[in-house]
């Protein structure tokens, strides 16, 4: 949340998201070290499966490295030689995120993504099974594969967050020196047609533009975002919100800002997009204007297209301790309820599945004060489908999070009350 914050700059961002990239890769390791003692499967007892001898073969050519000092297990012990491969893929990553930039080394072939992790693992679980292992292959590899599609290479999903004032600043600067057209006709039809050129993104030509420090910086985010999603997937910090959202304008700022970065292209076919832009409604206004400023948005072709390019699903963010100081308790919370039944009512007659994402505070103070059990319960009716999300202020999380027992209890009363609201018919 970089808004009012000097400090959360895009350089942060990187940072702390790299950070927490290497210290997943590096439980990976240890996992695969693990699994190096486990599985000593001999090829002179089962026969090697062919898949596992394709996939040796590919890493022969990649991981030369690997085949001089461990080259001799292809014909005994084909899965710990796939084990090795494995490990030193990762190692080879976690290289790479810590020295973000460094060139790679002849001897590493760094994982693309997680995904290709998780197929190596199938893999190797796949040739445990054939071996007659199917416990083992259940009870070793499975939780590590269930970890790797919970987490992949991100750990946590990041989200982004500035001001709805910065953006409109930005795209005025950006206007004024021809990057971009202003106005919402003008800006729906540019975000609808075709770049010249295949170069998506325009870094050089924003530096080479004269641009304020501002603009500069708000364009930066983004581009720290596609940075982000190229070297550890998209997850890692895919969804976008504005905060002081009043108009559509403003999420039609934030997709060209993505546009300009390489994050969007509505001009595909199929439109292309890697992120969810999430409107913030805090104050009361704010929050009785927000249905039509959505029903507004999903009639506006450009934004059809974000929603196509995002499998029709919209984020909205609600304030709580913004709108209760800004009205009171008793009308904000009104207007929050009332807020959230037109939501629903327009997401579901233009198609588009609606998560509601709750900003509420962690004390009386902030907004909060209702145990979270009673507050999802209490939310209308069709408002939770099959998905929440809450904030958790960082004054509370020791509170909540501190001691596994206590954590335990958060969790079940936050999933209970998740199941509890989804409920229409109480028989």
Same mark, same amino acid.
């Given at each position: 949340?970089?808004?009012?914050?000097?400090? &959360?700059? #895009?350089?942060?961002?990187?940072?702390?998201?790299?950070?927490?990239?290497?210290?997943?890769?590096?439980?990976?390791?240890?996992?695969?070290?693990?699994?190096?003692?486990? !599985?000593?499967? =001999?090829? %002179?007892?089962?026969?090697?499966?062919?898949?596992?001898?394709?996939?040796? /073969?590919?890493? $022969?050519?990649?991981? *030369?490295?690997?085949?001089?000092?461990?080259?001799?297990?292809?014909?005994?012990? #084909?899965?710990?030689?796939?084990?090795?491969?494995?490990?030193?893929?990762?190692?080879?990553?976690?290289?790479?995120?810590?020295?973000?930039?460094? /060139?790679?080394?002849?001897?590493?072939?760094?994982?693309?993504?997680?995904?290709?992790?998780?197929?190596?693992?199938?893999?190797?679980?796949?040739?445990?099974?054939?071996?007659?292992?199917?416990?083992?292959?259940?009870?070793? +590899?499975? #939780?590590?594969?269930?970890?790797?599609?919970?987490?992949?290479?991100?750990?946590?999903?990041?989200?982004? $967050?500035?001001?709805?004032?910065?953006?409109?600043?930005?795209?005025?600067?950006?206007?004024?020196?021809?990057?971009?057209?202003?106005?919402?006709?003008?800006?729906?039809?540019?975000?609808?047609?075709?770049?010249?050129?295949? $170069?998506?993104?325009?870094? *050089?030509?924003?530096?080479?533009?004269?641009?304020?420090?501002?603009?500069?910086?708000?364009?930066?985010?983004?581009?720290?975002?596609?940075?982000?999603?190229?070297?550890?997937?998209? #997850?890692?910090?895919?969804?976008?919100? +504005?905060?002081?959202?009043?108009?559509?304008?403003?999420?039609?700022?934030?997709?060209?800002?993505?546009?300009?970065?390489?994050?969007?292209?509505? =001009?595909?076919?199929?439109?292309?997009?890697?992120?969810?832009?999430?409107?913030?409604?805090?104050?009361?206004?704010? !929050?009785?204007? /927000?249905?039509?400023?959505?029903?507004? !948005?999903?009639?506006?072709?450009?934004?059809?297209?974000?929603?196509?390019?995002?499998?029709?699903?919209?984020? &909205?963010?609600?304030?709580?301790?913004? @709108?209760?100081?800004?009205?009171?308790?008793?009308?904000?919370?009104?207007?929050?309820?009332?807020?959230?039944?037109?939501?629903?009512?327009?997401?579901? @007659?233009?198609? &588009?599945?609606?998560?509601?994402?709750?900003?509420?505070?962690?004390?009386?103070? %902030?907004?909060?004060?209702?145990?979270?059990? %009673?507050?999802?319960?209490?939310?209308?009716?069709? @408002?939770?489908?099959?998905?929440?999300?809450?904030?958790?202020?960082?004054?509370?999380?020791?509170?909540?999070?501190?001691?596994?027992?206590?954590?335990?209890?958060?969790?079940?009363?936050?999933?209970?009350?998740? !199941?509890?609201?989804?409920?229409?018919?109480? %028989?």
């Amino acid at each position: 949340d970089r808004d009012g914050n000097p400090f &959360v700059t #895009p350089e942060i961002t990187l940072r702390v998201a790299r950070r927490t990239a290497h210290a997943v890769i590096r439980h990976y390791l240890k996992v695969i070290d693990g699994l190096f003692v486990r !599985l000593s499967l =001999s090829a %002179r007892i089962k026969p090697v499966p062919d898949a596992l001898l394709r996939s040796l /073969a590919r890493d $022969r050519r990649d991981l *030369a490295h690997v085949w001089q000092v461990n080259g001799h297990l292809e014909g005994e012990e #084909p899965v710990r030689l796939k084990l090795f491969c494995i490990h030193a893929r990762l190692a080879a990553l976690s290289g790479r995120l810590a020295e973000p930039g460094a /060139a790679r080394s002849p001897s590493g072939a760094p994982y693309g993504g997680p995904q290709e992790f998780l197929d190596d693992l199938q893999l190797v679980a796949r040739s445990v099974v054939e071996a007659g292992a199917a416990r083992t292959a259940e009870q070793v +590899i499975a #939780p590590v594969m269930a970890q790797v599609r919970t987490f992949g290479f991100h750990g946590y999903r990041l989200d982004l $967050r500035e001001d709805s004032a910065v953006h409109g600043a930005a795209l005025a600067d950006l206007a004024e020196r021809g990057l971009v057209p202003s106005g919402q006709d003008g800006l729906s039809a540019w975000l609808l047609r075709a770049q010249a050129g295949d $170069r998506a993104p325009l870094d *050089a030509d924003l530096h080479a533009a004269d641009l304020d420090a501002a603009t500069l910086s708000a364009c930066a985010v983004f581009a720290a975002a596609r940075t982000l999603q190229d070297e550890v997937g998209q #997850p890692v910090a895919n969804t976008y919100i +504005i905060s002081m959202t009043r108009t559509a304008d403003d999420l039609l700022n934030v997709l060209a800002l993505a546009r300009l970065s390489g994050l969007v292209d509505l =001009s595909a076919s199929p439109p292309t997009s890697r992120l969810d832009v999430v409107p913030l409604f805090e104050t009361l206004d704010d !929050l009785v204007a /927000a249905p039509q400023i959505m029903a507004s !948005l999903f009639a506006n072709p450009a934004y059809r297209a974000q929603l196509q390019a995002r499998d029709m699903r919209q984020e &909205v963010m609600i304030g709580y301790s913004d @709108s209760a100081k800004d009205a009171g308790v008793l009308p904000a919370a009104w207007a929050l309820y009332r807020a959230q039944e037109l939501l629903v009512a327009v997401c579901r @007659s233009h198609g &588009v599945a609606l998560t509601l994402f709750h900003g509420r505070g962690g004390t009386v103070g %902030r907004g909060g004060g209702s145990p979270v059990f %009673r507050a999802l319960t209490a939310l209308p009716p069709g @408002s939770l489908d099959g998905a929440v999300k809450i904030t958790e202020q960082g004054e509370v999380i020791s509170q909540k999070f501190g001691l596994l027992a206590i954590a335990d209890r958060s969790l079940e009363v936050m999933i209970s009350g998740s !199941l509890v609201a989804g409920f229409s018919d109480w %028989r």
